[in-house]
């Protein structure tokens, strides 16, 4: 009993203890301040304006996300009362691992995706561009059948932009449909270098009148091989193109758009491997050198697209000429073409000269080529027999294509016409055959090259010696092509 008087003692005691001795109330406890009426009808996703005052007196910081928590970054609405500044944790920027430097994501029709930093020192742009073409071909001769194809021409998807600086530049082009990656030397079915990579180079452009490119990547030779096949007038190029042009190679080019801020003057000067693209084997010190220069007297324009779509109000010219020689060629088209029969080289000389022309929707481009190769060194090769094989001819010829184009005032809708041939040069002693075509298409361009439907038709004729041309039009291959373009 004693003890539970003592017990009931101290809790008497406890009991009347004065008010000032009391805990504290919590702040949980506490009624809540009362929601200002403009924010009342506020989401809580949607971000108060930063001219709302806080309490006098009071300190205000923004919310820092931590690194072990991945906080996204706080609205201009995330603020937190009661917190002196100096107790708010500092945070370091680094462009090159902050998310949030990303400053453009952005969609361009026609341009792809965009994305670049804050700083400008680093983007890319992602774009892709589909062909889908459906060839008819019927030749005038007799025991010869129609055929046809459908087919995806090209698939391509293309990524470029600048890294560590504006300066510094890249260029890929990956290419995915069957002849993407066919028609380069060696090319053949099972070779590596039967593959994707189309180009690949990167570029400085510190001085505008000395930019270097280097990698992968068209030889700047001939206008029209050097121009995309996305933004020719006609489904494909010409045949002379066909026939002389450089293509790809791996090398180096010093080169300038603009030589001198002048507007009127540009030039590339390069020195490539001279084995093709996508080669990869030891070869020969044999090697690929190239200039080109071109004048342009009216100022500048967009002179690497077939077609007036923007109706130049200002007339636009560009003339320009290049010359390549190839110590040791492989192919007997240079890089282009296939290797000899007796497998060995050839030094050739190219020569190239072109205009474009642009006025009120109508374009006018034109190419003449030449080549000769001087010396022919025989390869070694042996015949099925065991004898050997006799040194095979150049290609020496000379080729040329004119093109013309329309587009109808008012409405989307082009006609073009050209007329291109190859001839051989030197008598027999050339492999060259002579070749013709003459035709001419219809465009309608529902957004540009980005988004056009294409329809041609070539008559193609020719013959290994000096047939009657008549009679060799009159036999000659009818050619239709269909083409619907996307980029994107």
Request: aromatic share 10%.
């Given at each position: 009993m004693t003890n539970e008087f003592l017990l009931l003692g101290l809790l008497y005691g406890r009991l009347n203890e004065p008010e000032s001795a009391a805990a504290p109330a919590s702040p949980a406890s506490a009624e809540p301040a009362p929601t200002p009426p403009e924010q009342a009808d506020r989401a809580p996703s949607e971000d108060v304006p930063d001219e709302v005052p806080a309490p006098e007196g009071t300190a205000t910081v923004e919310t820092v996300a931590t690194a072990s928590a991945p906080t996204p970054a706080p609205s201009p609405a995330a603020k937190i009362t009661g917190v002196a500044p100096s107790e708010a944790p500092a945070k370091a920027h680094d462009p090159n691992k902050d998310p949030t430097d990303v400053e453009t994501t952005r969609y361009v029709p026609g341009k792809g995706f965009e994305l670049a930093t804050k700083d400008g020192r680093f983007s890319m742009q992602l774009r892709a561009?589909?062909?889908?073409?459906?060839?008819?071909?019927?030749?005038?001769?007799?025991?010869?059948?129609?055929?046809?194809?459908?087919?995806?021409?090209?698939?391509?998807?293309?990524?470029?932009?600048?890294?560590?600086?504006?300066h510094n530049r890249y260029y890929i082009q990956l290419g995915f449909s069957p002849r993407?990656?066919?028609?380069?030397?060696?090319?053949?079915?099972?070779?590596?270098?039967?593959?994707?990579?189309?180009?690949?180079?990167?570029?400085?452009?510190?001085?505008?009148?000395?930019?270097?490119?280097?990698?992968?990547?068209?030889?700047?030779?001939?206008?029209q091989r050097v121009i995309s096949s996305g933004n020719m007038n006609l489904v494909d190029r010409s045949l002379p193109n066909e026939e002389f042009q450089l293509d790809r190679d791996i090398g180096v080019q010093a080169l300038s758009k603009d030589v001198g801020g002048m507007g009127w003057l540009a030039y590339n000067v390069g020195v490539f491997m001279g084995e093709g693209r996508n080669a990869f084997e030891p070869s020969n010190l044999g090697m690929l050198y190239v200039a080109r220069v071109e004048f342009l007297p009216f100022g500048k324009f967009d002179d690497y697209t077939e077609g007036d779509l923007e109706r130049m109000k200002k007339p636009g010219l560009s003339i320009g000429g290049a010359?390549?020689?190839?110590?040791?060629?492989?192919?007997?088209?240079?890089?282009?073409?296939?290797?000899?029969?007796?497998?060995?080289?050839?030094?050739?000389?190219?020569?190239?000269?072109?205009?474009?022309?642009?006025?009120?929707?109508?374009?006018?481009?034109?190419?003449?080529?030449?080549r000769k190769g001087v010396h022919r060194e025989n390869g070694g090769l042996l015949d099925e027999e065991g004898n050997a094989i006799p040194t095979a001819l150049p290609r020496n010829g000379l080729g040329w294509f004119g093109q013309l184009g329309w587009l109808v005032p008012k409405i989307p809708f082009e006609v073009v016409a050209r007329y291109g041939f190859a001839r051989k040069?030197?008598?027999?002693?050339?492999?060259?055959?002579w070749r013709d075509e003459l035709g001419g298409g219809v465009n309608y361009y529902f957004a540009g090259h980005n988004l056009k439907l294409q329809l041609d038709y070539f008559r193609l004729w020719g013959a290994d010696t000096g047939a009657d041309v008549v009679a060799a039009m009159k036999h000659g291959t009818d050619r239709i092509r269909l083409q619907l373009q996307m980029a994107f």
């Open positions: 561009r589909v062909q889908i073409r459906y060839d008819l071909d019927h030749p005038n001769r007799e025991g010869e059948t129609t055929e046809q194809t459908m087919q995806i021409r090209r698939a391509r998807l293309q990524l470029q932009g600048n890294l560590f600086g504006k993407d990656q066919t028609g380069g030397l060696l090319a053949e079915e099972g070779s590596i270098r039967r593959n994707p990579i189309r180009d690949a180079r990167v570029e400085f452009d510190y001085l505008r009148d000395f930019t270097i490119w280097a990698g992968q990547m068209k030889i700047p030779f001939s206008r010359y390549a020689f190839h110590d040791r060629a492989p192919g007997d088209r240079s890089i282009h073409g296939s290797v000899p029969e007796d497998g060995g080289t050839t030094d050739i000389h190219s020569v190239t000269a072109d205009v474009m022309f642009k006025w009120h929707g109508v374009s006018l481009h034109s190419n003449f080529h030449w040069r030197g008598g027999n002693d050339s492999a060259l055959p």
